[in-house]
């Protein structure tokens, strides 16, 4: 990405949020800070004969309430719905009205991890205890990864270069990437970020054949990264959408730097299983700082990937510590409270990182005791850490490879 | 001084032809790749016919390992992407690994593996609760579309960006698109760049059926993708792939690529107004022709080539001869216009890379592929769509268009290497 200075980085505006932790930004933040762990029994389904019987599920979310229009209850899954109530939430936190924009001038960038998993078992039940006339006329758009980009963009409007991205959970970072390269190119708004929802048991049972959940049945250590007694992640749904406007936009509309400006962001890959050379981790944290024209001194804050499996919290501790210095800087990973939401990971862990910046305040990383002996990292544990914060750096890994960073400032 | 993309390489797995070569001779002899499908028993549905490639893994040079890995979409785009670098004789490992870029689009990404192992772990749908005991060791890699990029990203080294788009039935446009952006801007100097998709598989079909999108014209399925022909009846799903070599244009030059053509401009709307359907006006493809003709400083007179999206459903092949004339004005009458979907069918985010591959071999051999099956054109549609036979056309700009489920509409403008038109300028996404 294009490096700029810092007061024409976009902003985000408007924070919508659908997780585990809770709906809306307060009751997310307040969870969070008061470290109040959403993880406990899978409750969508009987989980009882599955190894992993632990998730962060959405708490009291009601489709029929919280979807509309109405019928896109039926019509979307349950992903999608997440995405649609998060959206209306941050629109109304920017407290804009799309319909006084230019149509063009709007868009929506979302990432997706696995798309309508829940339909589509649904879907391939009935055309397999049935005939292929059982399968609904909404699977052909309730299933695929462009689901809710799709929607997002009919419902509010927003006829720009709409995009999705499915870079699995560096996804959520790449979307906000890409939304900022079309404030780059002249767009005023855009919707971004992403939302996952695939606990259902076909969903379940796909993420199980990676060996990387946790089998642990105490929510408040089924996942706990950098910690020596981490044994893989747990699974959680949800995310959140934000809305990103260009500086000029955001300024004209009286709306000011918001919660907090996109300032660089980077991406790359892993070389391939087996390989000497490098992770990616390292080099890409230091060009999103390069894109962002920061030095590691300005950053105050890394949210943490956190994969809570040791070889890569290993790996990720080092490449911190690479870049920053032993206990340089406080990394935290809230993560532990909602499981990881894969393509609404990191949208979420960027609106947390904007919460933080707002209020001067590092959220812990509950669960997690201690970092494990022989990482170096400040790790925020138990309380919240109150301190003067300019600039997050947020990162993120997905299966195969994918590696991203973004870097925020208030 | 902006960069500029070209691109030096292409490979191709596309129905009735593995490679660029019998691609381009596919195309260029008029010949339809449709047929009765036998991936599956297509008995119980209402669509019997498809576009399916004859893919045999060992001839294409697949390990065993990574056949027993691999969905058969992220097969295609593995073998697209060996033949596309071997094609732009480009040395990858004297390359930095960081700079060198991925970017694969698809619609539906490994929906034959899921659900091929739904099947088994369901017994055949029967238990909610699946057997979580006998999944394979790469299930997931099948649940995340993000599996396809990553694979062509082990097979060409690439530690740069690694993208997988996903924008429904324009992925294959907008991957290429993403591609083009890493280069201008600077974060790549050579881009792998695709879209793959093999959903011909009993789940596709139905949920295609649901909505008769696809043609019920199975006693002649030679003949059942007709783009603007008055008889057509629906598209012809497909499977396929093409991935393309981007790279910088100075550097390609320095190293005396051959050069296929320049991207020029690229664009996409979205028309926010259905999720399936298109308003007959064809606004908001116009829009995204008009700001790809701009981004690339020409004309609608500049451009001599259309490659529509062509898909064989009314709706679409009004919606988009009526955006032709919007956006280009008289010129659209003026020009050929083509959809090589008639041939090949269509492959959902694939085909929008196809079609991309299919541009820059018109570009090369100055020659503009068919419409195949077009016989009794529709009153409405009434531009030059190129019926039966390839026509010999002398042209320097090509403009390739999608369409897709969600709203999506994507335009991507081509220049001759050398041309007026390549040296127009482009300014930037």
Not at chain 2, 295 to 319: E, F, I
Not at chain 2, 380 to 407: E, W
Request: aromatic share 6%.
């Amino acid at each position: 990405m294009n490096s700029a200075r810092a007061e024409e980085a976009p902003v985000i505006t408007g924070i919508g949020i659908t997780a585990p932790t809770g709906i809306g930004v307060e009751a997310h933040w307040s969870a969070v800070l008061a470290g109040k762990s959403a993880i406990a029994a899978i409750e969508r389904f009987d989980a009882s004969g599955y190894p992993v019987r632990l998730a962060g599920e959405v708490p009291g979310f009601d489709a029929g309430t919280a979807v509309r229009p109405q019928r896109l209850v039926s019509q979307t899954d349950r992903w999608t719905h997440l995405a649609l109530a998060a959206a209306e939430e941050a629109l109304a936190d920017a407290d804009v009205d799309p319909a006084g924009l230019p149509e063009y001038e709007m868009a929506v960038v979302t990432s997706s991890s696995s798309g309508g998993t829940e339909f589509g078992q649904r879907e391939m039940t009935a055309l397999y205890q049935h005939a292929p006339s059982w399968v609904g006329a909404y699977q052909s758009i309730a299933w695929f990864y462009a689901a809710t980009t799709g929607q997002l963009s009919i419902r509010h409007k927003m006829r720009g270069p709409c995009g999705v991205l499915a870079c699995e959970q560096a996804g959520g970072l790449d979307a906000i990437a890409q939304a900022r390269r079309l404030t780059d190119g002249g767009a005023r708004l855009v919707l971004t970020g992403g939302t996952d929802a695939s606990l259902c048991p076909y969903g379940l049972t796909a993420q199980l054949s990676t060996g990387r959940l946790s089998t642990a049945t105490d929510p408040e250590r089924a996942y706990v990264p950098f910690d020596a007694g981490a044994r893989g992640y747990v699974p959680g749904e949800g995310g959140a959408i934000l809305v990103l406007e260009s500086a000029a936009a955001a300024t004209a509309r009286g709306a000011g730097p918001g919660y907090g400006r996109v300032l660089g962001h980077a991406a790359g890959f892993d070389p391939p299983p087996g390989s000497s050379r490098p992770r990616a981790l390292r080099r890409v944290a230091e060009q999103a700082l390069r894109a962002a024209r920061l030095d590691p001194a300005d950053i105050d804050v890394v949210f943490a990937d956190a994969a809570g499996v040791p070889a890569d919290d290993r790996a990720e501790a080092e490449a911190v510590t690479a870049l920053f210095g032993a206990r340089a800087v406080p990394v935290t990973a809230p993560k532990t409270l909602t499981g990881r939401l894969y393509g609404g990971g990191a949208p979420l862990d960027v609106a947390t990182a904007l919460l933080a910046l707002r209020d001067g305040v590092v959220p812990p990383t509950a669960g997690t005791l201690r970092p494990a002996p022989g990482l170096e990292i400040d790790l925020v544990t138990g309380a919240p850490r109150e301190c003067a914060l300019r600039h997050a750096l947020v990162l993120a890994r997905g299966h195969g490879g994918f590696t991203s960073a973004l870097v925020l400032g208030r | 001084m902006s960069r500029r993309v070209v691109i030096t390489g292409i490979g191709a797995v596309v129905p009735g032809a593995v490679g660029r070569e019998a691609f381009w001779r596919l195309l260029s002899e008029g010949r339809t790749a449709t047929r009765r499908i036998t991936l599956f028993d297509p008995a119980p549905f209402r669509s019997q016919v498809a576009a399916e490639v004859d893919f045999d893994t060992a001839a294409a040079g697949l390990e065993p390992r990574q056949v027993r890995r691999m969905d058969r979409a992220a097969c295609f785009a593995v073998v697209s992407a060996r033949e596309a670098v071997r094609d732009s004789g480009l040395d990858l490992a004297a390359l930095p690994p960081e700079r060198l870029a991925v970017s694969i689009g698809s619609a539906v990404g490994c929906t034959m593996g899921l659900e091929e192992e739904y099947v088994v772990l369901s017994d055949r749908g029967r238990k909610w609760l699946v057997d979580h005991e006998y999944g394979v060791p790469h299930l997931y890699g099948y649940m995340v579309p993000s599996t396809l990029a990553a694979e062509v990203a082990w097979e060409v080294g690439a530690e740069g960006p690694v993208a997988l788009v996903s924008t429904g039935c324009t992925s294959g446009l907008d991957s290429i698109g993403h591609a083009v952006q890493l280069i201008e801007e600077g974060t790549a100097d050579v881009a792998v760049a695709g879209a793959t998709d093999a959903p011909l598989s009993p789940i596709t079909s139905a949920c295609f059926d649901a909505i008769k999108a696809t043609t019920p014209n199975n006693a002649d399925p030679e003949h059942a993708s007709r783009p603007f022909d008055r008889d057509r009846d629906g598209f012809v799903l497909a499977e396929g792939s093409a991935v393309l070599v981007l790279e910088e244009r100075t550097a390609a030059e320095r190293r005396g690529a051959r050069i296929y053509g320049e991207i020029v401009g690229f664009a996409g709307r979205s028309n926010a107004y259905h999720m399936t359907g298109l308003r007959p006006d064809g606004r908001e493809m116009a829009e995204a022709i008009t700001v790809a003709l701009d981004r690339a400083r020409l004309d609608p007179t500049d451009v001599g080539y259309v490659n529509a999206h062509g898909s064989g459903t009314k709706q679409n092949d009004r919606h988009e001869t009526a955006a032709f004339k919007r956006s280009l004005g008289a010129h659209a009458y003026d020009i050929p216009v083509s959809s090589i979907k008639s041939m090949v069918g269509h492959s959902l985010g694939a085909i929008g890379s196809i079609e991309v591959a299919a541009c820059a071999l018109a570009l090369r051999h100055q020659v503009v592929p068919p419409t195949a099956n077009l016989h009794h054109p529709d009153p409405q549609c009434d531009l030059d769509y190129v019926p039966v036979t390839a026509r010999d056309h002398s042209m320097d700009v090509v403009l390739s268009v999608g369409s897709g489920f969600g709203g999506f509409q994507t335009a991507m403008l081509l220049a001759r290497h050398g041309s007026a038109a390549a040296a127009a300028g482009r300014s930037g996404s």
